[in-house]
């Protein structure tokens, strides 16, 4: 029976319009690992959806002037057009503001009261006496205790990803006013953590080795430190209601809600798979996530489905890091960055397979990283012209000029091979495995490089067999040898790179190699070892796969991109 898998990337506030660094910081790692789990044979669900609730897209909706369900509704949408068009493989795209997330959430919550781990008391909540109501999160501002940072909101600083709770900010002010926050005491349900932290920390323990250093790292701090109770309630409209008598009128945490989003979502895709995957225990679970959510989903929510007891818990937390640009935070106010709204833009064409290729090289994995435009062409013209597409174009050319585009002549016998000949197909046989290595432990941007070095042994096998000399020397069954198993190599090479770049490796199999099926289908990593190329056979038309850049064709790209998303200005149309 083949390995069940559920890939999750992590549900995205839809406040806004997701920038590059939003994108691989989650959803483009997920769905590289989705595909590679689907190409090799895993039984593969791949969900995502959008956050619908939280202050944030209450913020958004008032400074444009809209309903925040209609304005959440409108993004969403934008939010699955970006996805789509960046070949995100998504087997559902949902959100949280949905009926069967609703009950799912509910069902769960009132199973934690049941089980003993919900309680009732009063806490101290920003309350902003001009605007005569208590303040959400987002909707209070002050600076942080633990970094000093002046912009830090009521729950969380952005810049050191501290957790903070009501009472904690320092000179705390309402954001719609500006006048000063004072503490009010208020009726809240709170989970118990600290009830769960055995539980939680014998299931860390048990992810030792399987998790990053670094997230492993995180959740056990927080462990060390002692999980306390936790607010899971708020004063405002936006949200699910509390299922209990006298709290009707505040609405879940959004954290609370949220990664419940990945059980409601599965169980909207499909009944069954819901089953297999959340409640049967031979199913696998990835969490793919950035770094502000690494302790979200390493504490808490693990916590929460502990204490639950119904579901299952994550095998792999992919817990990333940030994304830079330039050496500098992204900053839509500076304009500085890899805006997304560009690629719903449809004055430009960008060829989407380069930018997965080159953000995939920069996945960040164990440190934070930098996106840098000069690079990204250094990617596209060494990497993938000069090294990928050339080991394609040159073979293909070759079988196209010196045979008409048809091979007719089957391998020679084992005896008959020489030296180059056997150290390809012995590479034909072992990088897949490598590369599958690779992904199996998450390490992503491994795999690619090992994808590249792939191709370096085509373009050296190319490059010493030298096919051009066998056939002035007139040896044309030996030259007919060496593109056979040149392209026998290029068929491998399509699949195993199919999870990074799969529009380019669909096109290379089908059109040019001329054979048939879909590299980027399930269950065909199998073929990535095997000679694909039979006899005889008769290739597509060869022609080069990737363009290179030039400083004009990059400058025009990086401006075309470098614009931000006027929120307030589009809602305006």
Known sequence: MKEKRLITSALTYVNNIPHVGHIVGCHLPADIFARYC???????????????????????????????????????????????????????YSNTHTDIHKE?????????????????????????????????????????????????????????????????????????????????????????????TEMLDKYIESKKDVWRPHVYAEAKKWVQEGLKERCISRDNKWGFPIPLEGFENKVFYVWF?????????????DEQKYIDLWCKKDAK????????????????????????????????????????????????????????????????????????????????????????????????????????????????????SYFGGTLDLPLPSENELNDLDKEVLQAIKEYPQ??????????????????????????????????????????????????RLALNLCASLCIVASPFIPQKTKTLWQDQLGLSGDPTSNNFWENASKLNIPTPHTIGTPQPIFERFDDIKLKELRDFMSTPFDIKEFFKK
């Open 434 to 483: 490598k590369i599958s290595d690779a992904f199996e432990r998450a390490e992503l941007r491994e795999a690619y490089k090992l994808v590249m070095s792939y191709a370096t042994v085509g373009n050296g096998y190319v490059e010493k067999s030298a096919p051009w000399a066998l056939m002035k020397q007139e040896k044309t069954a030996e030259a007919q040898k060496v593109l």
């Open 257 to 269: 809600d949220a990664p419940i989003g990945y059980i409601s979502i599965t169980k909207e895709l």
């Open 104 to 196: 799912v959430t509910t069902d769960f919550f009132l199973t934690l009261n049941k089980n003993g781990y919900i309680s009732q008391g009063e806490t101290d909540v920003y309350y902003c006496d001009h605007c005569n109501m208590f303040l959400p999160d987002r909707y209070v501002v002050g600076t942080c205790p633990k970094c000093g940072y002046e912009a830090a909101n009521g729950d969380q600083c952005e810049k050191c990803d501290s957790l903070l709770s009501s009472g904690e900010l320092v000179n705390a002010k309402c954001k719609t006013c500006g006048r000063p926050a004072t503490l009010k005491r208020t009726k809240h349900i709170f989970l118990r953590l600290d009830k769960g």
């Open 285 to 400: 679970i990835y969490n793919f996530v950035g770094k502000d959510n690494i302790q979200f989903h390493t504490v808490f929510f693990p916590t929460m489905l502990l204490e639950n007891g119904e579901y299952n818990l994550a095998h792999n937390v992919v817990g990333l890091n940030f994304l830079n640009f330039e050496g500098q935070k992204f900053s839509k106010s500076k304009k500085i960055g890899v805006f997304c709204n560009s690629l719903i833009d449809g004055s430009k064409q960008i060829d989407i397979d380069t930018l997965r290729a080159y953000l995939a090289t920069i996945i960040p994995e164990n440190r934070d990283t930098d996106f840098k435009w000069e690079d990204y062409k250094n990617n596209c013209n060494s990497e993938l012209v000069g090294k990928f597409g050339n080991l394609f174009n040159r073979s293909l050319n070759m079988v196209k």
């Open 38 to 92: 689907r190409s090799f044979g895993y039984d593969t669900t791949f969900v995502g959806g959008s956050d619908m609730h939280g202050t944030p897209s209450l913020v958004t909706a008032q400074e444009v002037g809209l309903p925040v369900e209609e304005l959440t509704e409108k993004l969403h949408q934008i939010h699955k057009q970006i996805y789509e068009k960046l070949e995100i493989s998504y087997d559902i």
